[in-house]
Structures are given as C-alpha cells and as structure tokens.
C-alpha cells in the first residue's frame, strides 16, 4: 500500500492484477480518506483479471518490473500501460502460461535518483 500526500497531487497510480492485468489512474480521481473511511473501488476484480497484487505511485518516464511466481521478469515503461478510471479493469500488461500468476510489481531507480549518504 501506497501513502498519497497532497504534493503527490499530479502522480499516477498503477495497479497490477494477478493475472497481468495493468492500468494506471489519475491520484485525483481517489478522495481522501478519515477513519472511519469504507474505501474506494480502485480496480475491476473479476475471474479475468484476479486479485490486486500491488500498486506503486508512478511517473509517466518511470521504469517498472513485473515478476511472476515461475521467475519469469519483464521490464517495461508505465508509458507502455494505458491511463483509465478507477473501476477499469486494465490492459494485459505480462500474459503468463498456465497456472502462473504475477508475483510482484517493482519501480526500477535509475542511479540519478539514488541520492548517496557522505561518508565521514
């Protein structure tokens, strides 16, 4: 889970299923929640698409690695997944065979975000 502060206005959501559905949504389109908060539907979830494995907030230039329980890893650009609504259910971002599913969902830094402690 993804924390959304109010400078993270402009930033996207991507959300992956379990079966290599992907689909990223505006920040905007999520209100804030209290406590108390029932939620908000952020994915369709149906036998298709399986469950949600993960969401990061990305950029439009952000890397990304979807992995699956067989070890199998792609690489892709979230400029290669279509912006939708929340309640849209994705396009295929990795099509698994068999019983495979998406393990996990990771954003790839490049070495001019990584910022380095001084060592004294």
Known sequence: MSIIKESDE???????????YAKITLSEEFRC??????????HSINEKTGLIVGSLIVEKEDDLMILSTNG??????????????????GVIAMRLN?????????????????????EE
């Open 10 to 20: 402009n930033k996207y959501i991507l959300t992956v299923t379990e079966n290599g």
């Open 33 to 42: 929640q209290n406590r108390g908060g029932k939620g908000m539907r952020a």
């Open 72 to 89: 199998s890893i792609i690489r892709m650009h979230s400029s290669g997944i279509s912006i939708m609504g929340r309640d849209a259910q």
């Open 98 to 118: 068999g019983e495979d599913k998406v393990a996990s969902i990771a954003k790839i830094f490049s070495e001019d975000d990584i910022v380095e402690e001084d």
